[in-house]
């Protein structure tokens, strides 16, 4: 089954406790990306990455970090997290960009404390 | 700069009714559109895309949108809605290139689809 999974689903963790959220995907994607949901700002674009070794910023990459060393992985790095990045992340892919549909993961709350 | 405004945070609608979601965009060169809708818990699902071409574009589950250039619009439109079309769903665009790997979302639509 095509799909992208996400792990964790759910995590409460404390301000600067470094943490890694994965992402993985089974469909030969080249392109992925990491967003985050707040409510009444819809979705934002973190970071995503064109292929392999090809990562570029979106719209709010502070504090965060990512890694493209395969095609089917790409991890969201908290290095330092805080309360201001309590949120809903989700992982999508698609073949060779937003041009094509988008696979979503199912999201990953994330609660700093 | 790219940006996206969606017009109405909540639609409430009843069953069976036309139902119009309101989005608007700010662009200086050409986009790519998209809708995509999240049900409850879940993650987003790609309605429909304008890429090129027809300005009225079909999508999934009878939804279709029609991209106006001068008024720089993307309304989603659907003649008659169920009330499992209760939903979220978010307006997005992207630099018109092949290769595009950013993407800018409006704040989302919450469609309450009443029997």
């Known amino acids: 089954e095509a799909q992208v999974t996400q792990n964790p689903r759910y995590l409460i963790t404390v301000t600067g406790k470094k943490l890694t959220v994965t992402c993985s995907q089974n469909?030969?994607?080249?392109?992925m990306s990491w967003y985050r949901q707040d409510p009444g700002l819809g979705l934002r674009q973190i970071y995503y990455?064109?292929?392999?070794?090809?990562?570029d910023k979106g719209d709010v990459p502070e504090g965060y970090k990512v890694s493209r060393k395969e095609k089917r992985n790409f991890p969201l790095i908290l290095e330092s997290p805080s309360p201001n990045q309590t949120s809903l992340y989700f992982c999508?892919?698609?073949?060779?960009?937003?041009?094509?549909?988008?696979?979503f993961g199912d999201g990953t709350r994330l609660s700093i404390l | 700069a790219q940006s996206v405004t969606q017009l109405d945070s909540q639609v409430p609608v009843f069953e069976e009714a036309p139902v119009e979601l309101r989005c608007n965009y700010s662009?200086?060169?050409?986009?790519?559109l998209f809708w995509y809708v999240q049900y409850p818990n879940q993650g987003l699902q790609l309605l429909l895309k304008?890429?090129?071409?027809?300005?009225l574009v079909k999508g999934i589950n009878g939804f279709e949108a029609e991209f106006n250039k001068s008024q720089t619009s993307f309304h989603l439109r659907k003649p008659s809605v169920h009330i499992s079309d209760t939903a979220e769903y978010f307006c997005?665009?992207?630099?018109?290139?092949?290769?595009?790997?950013?993407?800018?979302f409006g704040q989302g639509t919450t469609l309450q689809v009443k029997p």
């Open positions: 999508a892919s698609s073949f060779t960009g937003v041009g094509q549909p988008q696979h």
């Open positions: 304008y890429l090129s071409g027809s300005t």
């Open positions: 990455s064109m292929n392999v070794e090809v990562t």
């Open positions: 997005a665009v992207s630099k018109g290139s092949s290769n595009t790997g950013k993407l800018i």
């Open positions: 662009s200086s060169v050409s986009v790519y």
């Open positions: 469909m030969n994607h080249e392109y």
